[in-house]
């Protein structure tokens, strides 16, 4: 018998294809964006809609998922200025809003204190160490905020020096300078 043609023919393509990144389609993935900046808001399904579009750029995908995380506008305004190839500015510290109120204030930084403090003990208690000794302490500093507050609570706090802002949407408590600390 004898086989034939079989498997002479063409070759069906098929699959993923990967985007080109170039500063072309930069260029159309920022007017893409800039045309949906308005009706983002509070919609989470348009903004998960935008990171992944914004993925096929030449953006390091930590800024993009830092900025959707946070639903910054001003943060996605400085992300379509780059992939216009546009010089973003230095970002202006952040306004007190006056608009908050203390009481949502003071609700905030207890929230935060008690993330803080859980967060420490969860990261403490974890399996792997020996019973026979004390522990390690935490080793870090900062934490995502708790995501109940909006981001201009946690800004307000940070501007008026309640919290320390580490970048990409953590915050720390601020280090008190070594006299206030106490001790004899």
């Known amino acids: 018998m004898s086989k034939g043609k079989k498997g002479k023919g ?18 159309n993935l920022a007017n893409e964006a800039a045309d949906l900046r308005d009706s983002l808001l509070d919609d989470a399904a348009a903004w998960g809609a935008l990171q992944k579009r914004l993925l096929g750029s030449t953006l390091p995908p ?3 998922a830092a900025v959707v995380m946070r639903r910054d506008t001003s943060g996605l305004d400085a992300l379509i200025a780059r992939l216009r190839g ?10 007190i809003d006056e608009s908050i109120d203390e009481q949502v204030l003071r609700d ?13 003990l969860d990261h403490e208690s974890k399996l792997g160490r020996s019973p026979l ?19 201009a609570v946690w800004e307000t706090l940070a501007a008026r020096g309640k919290l320390t802002s580490t970048g990409r949407g953590f915050y720390m408590l601020p280090k008190a300078p070594p006299a206030m600390r106490g001790g004899s």
């Open 133 to 151: 000794s004390t522990g390690r302490g935490a080793d870090f500093e900062s934490i995502l905020p708790p995501h109940q507050f909006s981001t």
């Open 108 to 120: 905030a930084m207890k929230a935060f204190r008690k993330r803080l403090k859980l967060t420490k």
């Open 86 to 95: 546009q010089a973003v500015e230095s970002a202006a510290p952040p306004a």
């Open 62 to 64: 930590a800024d993009i």
């Open 10 to 27: 063409k070759k069906k393509g098929g699959g993923y294809v990967v985007p080109i990144k170039s500063p072309e389609h930069d260029a």
